[in-house]
């Protein structure tokens, strides 16, 4: 029988994407191949493709079809873009409380302007970022359950599934099973059952088994009972959505676990990539949740054994309050939330987005310098304001999530905003330099300043060719500075993924110069 690559739940195979059919796990390994976008729809409203991360790489690959499909031209070198936006569109919608599948459609579409190749190459690089992605969450879930429950083997319960059927490849709740397995330390899993289509027993516990790790099947009414019985040291689950609190969409029975694990005093965490977090939404009360038809209640496998007519109550997620979860995982690190909003351990923020007004009033302006006639805005009182900065990267981190590979800061002030972005995502920072700073061979680009002119500087070989960068200054005013670092970016082969100024001053013209490419600023004051 063909079979995908080890740990692999999709993938591209020659103008369709091929996904394990999880509708017929346990008894039957197959393959479902999806020509059509309509084909993506399906499989992933009818669950054939489920599990947040999993449904957001079905999106994208599902854009990659479209524009695949959309070609035009006798070369195929013409593309019906609004087509590709109308399948988009309908993707996205296709199921609502997971926010991976929003963000993989809208990663996959920013590309949709480089032609049908680019979208492809965009989707197929999220396949691998997201094993990459779910590899160190993974790893630094089960270093902190080590240090939850030092020195003994465990037994874990988990709830539905969230192993590389629901990813791409590895699994965030139970890929950190499988690793503590690995390391000697689980005794046995308990596994809900998970209403209503039985995730659990049909997917995790074919999972644990093809590991080789030993499991019992747990009636989902039954958890409590296991708990107060001692027979449970951690419960660790996913997430389809988590709010900017910490709140938590999941699989349903979720919530009743945490309030049972509380009760109980054993520790509750959830692992899930950076992608599943809405920080647009302050709490939980927004996430809106699923329902589902009542013929998943009433019956199993064509079998009804419910009255006929039965009205059904079945929502498919609920929401775990953040003062319920002992910690949540990805792969920036752990965050132990609670009843307030505290600041976020892996730098990516906690609190509200940075408003308009409330930079602006950390400004202050000194007339005539330079020049006079000039106006300074100096950003120092912006810095020094407590954990502002972490909360401006958080903003910038989030607005340019997954589509960049490197931030290149601007001499001097763009240093400050640089080194943090670059410390709360993880990615690498390189300096574009003024005249002379530089040892080595450079790349240089002149630019017009608001009294003068200036160049700057760039070290060849310091970008990677084709890598996604993100250029990151303090202050926007004509767009010269910025332009110049676009510029130096692509003399290195490499791409803009879009530029950053936290404060833009008004009237000068910077953003319609810079409109060629993504631009994000956060404030706007006059000149």
């Known amino acids: 029988m063909t079979r995908l690559a080890p740990e692999t739940s999709l993938t591209w195979d020659d103008g369709a994407v091929v996904a394990v059919d999880q509708r017929a796990l346990p008894h039957e390994y197959r393959l479902l191949r999806m020509e059509t ?11 054939a493709v489920r599990g947040a991360p999993a449904i957001g790489l079905a999106g994208a690959l599902g854009v990659a079809l479209s524009a695949h499909l959309r070609r035009s031209g006798a070369a195929g ?22 926010v991976n599948l929003a963000w993989g459609v809208r990663r996959a579409l920013a590309r949709l302007g480089s032609g049908p190749d680019a979208v492809l190459a965009e989707a197929l690089a999220m396949l691998e970022e997201d094993a990459a992605v779910n590899r160190r969450a993974v790893r630094h879930a089960a270093d902190l359950v080590e240090t939850l429950a030092p020195d003994r083997r465990l037994r874990i319960l988990t709830h539905c599934n969230t192993g590389r059927l629901a990813t791409a490849a590895v699994g965030t709740a139970l890929g950190t099973i499988l690793e503590l397995s690995r390391r000697g330390r689980v005794e046995e899993v308990l596994v809900d059952e998970t209403r209503p289509l039985l995730q659990g027993a049909r997917l995790t516990a074919w999972e644990l088994g093809e590991a080789g790790v030993p499991y019992r099947l747990c009636v989902d009414s039954a958890a409590a009972a296991s708990m107060s019985r001692g027979m449970v040291d951690l419960v660790v689950v996913g997430a389809d959505r988590i709010a900017a609190n910490g709140d938590t969409a999941n699989k349903i029975g979720t919530y009743g676990l945490a309030v049972a694990a509380a009760r109980h005093g054993i520790p509750f965490v959830v692992v899930a990539p950076e992608s599943t977090w809405d920080r647009d939404l302050r709490d939980g009360s927004a996430i809106v949740v699923e329902d589902r038809g009542p013929g998943e209640v009433t019956g199993f496998a064509g079998v009804t054994v419910a009255p006929v007519g039965a009205a059904v109550h079945n929502p498919a997620f609920d929401v775990t309050p953040a003062e319920l979860i002992t910690a949540l995982v990805s792969e920036k690190g752990v965050t132990r939330p609670g009843p307030a909003l505290p600041a976020d351990t892996s ?3 906690w609190e509200a987005d940075p408003q308009p007004a409330e930079i602006a009033a950390l400004l202050t302006g000194f ?10 805005r100096d950003l120092a009182g912006l810095y020094a304001e407590p954990g502002m900065l972490a909360r401006l990267a958080a903003r910038v981190a989030r607005e340019f999530d997954g589509s960049f590979d490197r931030v290149l800061a601007v001499e001097s002030r ?13 990615l690498p920072l390189t300096l574009a330099r003024k005249p002379g700073r530089l040892p080595g061979p450079v790349y240089e680009a002149g630019h017009e300043l608001e009294y003068g002119h200036d160049r700057l500087e760039l070290r060849k070989g310091a970008l990677t060719p084709d890598e996604r960068v993100l250029c990151v200054d303090d202050v926007l005013a004509t767009g010269g500075t910025l332009a110049a670092a676009a510029r130096l970016v692509a003399l290195s082969g490499a791409r803009v993924a879009g530029l950053v100024a936290l404060v833009e001053l008004e009237g000068l013209g910077g953003a319609e110069r810079l409109s060629g490419n993504r631009l994000l600023t956060l404030c706007e004051v006059p000149a």
Do not use: C, K, M, W
């Open 367 to 376: 007339p005539d310098h330079p020049a006079p006639g000039r106006p300074f």
């Open 77 to 98: 070198t013409g593309l019906d873009e609004e087509g590709v936006r109308h399948d988009a569109a309908r993707l996205a919608e296709a199921r609502p409380t997971a």
């Open 347 to 349: 730098g990516a923020g």
């Open 414 to 426: 763009g240093f400050v905003l640089g080194a943090a972005l670059a410390a709360s995502t993880g």
């Open 37 to 47: 976008v309509g084909q993506v729809i399906d499989a992933i409203r009818g669950l």
